[in-house]
């Protein structure tokens, strides 16, 4: 079954401390894709970043990275000197195919608490 | 245009009301979706359009309606809802080649 596991629920750190948000993830499909999104309190969910299950090289955007590996089925997302502005929910995630198209399996969220 | 709009933002109903969500994008997406989310919980699937089909129902009881009367739109028809539907309700798009759904902001539905 599809499945996508963030085993951390929340996660308090102080600002300008690199903090990584772990995502595993079961699928039976051999093409696939993962995301991340962040859920800021006012709701709206932030597309972040898509890999594809043929693209695992790492990627870097700012303060961010996102390391995927196939042979342990993770997709994790490091935040580097975060801040405050970083708090939210934030969201991995795994496409299916289903009837013609494209749909979500989330994950359960990290809650990210950055202190000043 | 990257958006995907809502509206109303906020919705308070009665139990016997009817009223409706809004959503529109102008990207050319061609699937649009309803999601549910409950505090503190991942957002769960309602429905999807392709091609302004409705291709996947899950199993959402009939008090709520989606409606697609072109690509750009999706409405959500409410009637004889609960005080438990109370959830943030969220429209998002994408295109079938699965760049990533763009979401839009939520309506915050509160049922009395």
């Known amino acids: 079954a599809q499945k996508v596991t963030q085993a951390q629920t929340e996660i308090s750190v102080v600002e300008k401390e690199d903090v990584t948000l772990d995502c595993v993830y079961e699928?039976?499909?051999?093409?696939?894709?993962l995301f991340w999104y962040k859920q800021p309190p006012s709701g709206e969910l932030v597309f972040l970043i898509r890999r594809n299950s043929f693209d695992e090289q790492n990627e870097i955007s700012g303060r961010y990275s996102w390391n995927f590996q196939k042979s342990t089925s993770s997709f994790n997302f490091t935040i580097t000197a975060s801040q405050v502005v970083d708090s939210a929910v934030y969201f991995c995630a795994l496409s299916e195919r289903a009837s013609g198209t494209y749909k979500y399996i989330f994950g359960t969220g990290t809650r990210l608490k950055v202190l000043a | 245009d990257t958006e995907v709009t809502q509206t109303p933002k906020h919705l308070v109903m009665g139990m016997t009301n009817k009223k409706s969500l809004k959503c529109e994008q102008h990207m050319g997406h061609r699937a649009m979706y309803w999601y549910k989310q409950k505090a503190k919980k991942p957002p769960e699937l309602m429905f999807v359009y392709s091609y302004e089909k409705l291709s996947i129902n899950e199993s959402v009881p009939s008090r709520f309606s989606p409606e697609c009367p072109n690509s750009s739109l999706l409405n959500l028809h409410l009637h004889a809802l609960q005080p438990e539907d109370s959830a943030l309700y969220l429209c998002a798009s994408s295109s079938p080649n699965m760049d990533g759904y763009t979401f839009g902001s939520g309506t915050r539905l509160t049922v009395v």
């Open positions: 699928t039976r499909d051999t093409t696939y894709y």
